[in-house]
């Protein structure tokens, strides 16, 4: 069993910088993959960005390539996302997610979930 808790979302201008943190308790946090996930209002739940258990390769979705970063320090048990760039069609909740496994771009894959954290960029 995992749990996840989100933090760090906000009301940013675009072109600002916002740092998600997800912290994770239970057993053997090194063992899953990490996603981020967003929703907004009216649209599906899509993915972000995801990286492995031993985090030596991510995956980002083609909207946020070069703007986003995922990272993880599985001492401390947390995945980070860092948005850099942001624009108004970045505002959504933020869900953090994981999976034993690999990174997989579909939600259906992805065992645990976090509450989420609302990020909201102004033009």
């Known amino acids: 069993q995992v749990q996840l808790v989100e933090s760090g979302g906000g009301l940013v201008q675009a072109g600002g910088s916002l740092r998600l943190s997800c912290a994770a308790s239970g057993r053997a946090f090194s063992s899953y993959a990490m996603a981020w996930f967003r929703q907004a209002p009216g649209n599906e739940r899509e993915f972000v960005a995801g990286?492995?258990?031993?985090?030596?390769?991510?995956a980002y979705a083609d909207s946020v390539k070069g703007r986003f970063t995922i990272s993880r320090d599985n001492a401390k048990n947390t995945v980070y996302l860092q948005m850099n760039g942001l624009k108004p069609e970045d505002t959504a909740v933020y869900y953090c997610a994981a999976r034993l496994g690999e990174v997989h771009g579909h939600l259906k894959y992805y065992d645990y979930w976090g509450q989420g954290t609302q990020v909201t960029v102004s033009s």
């Open positions: 990286m492995t258990y031993s985090g030596g390769t991510a």
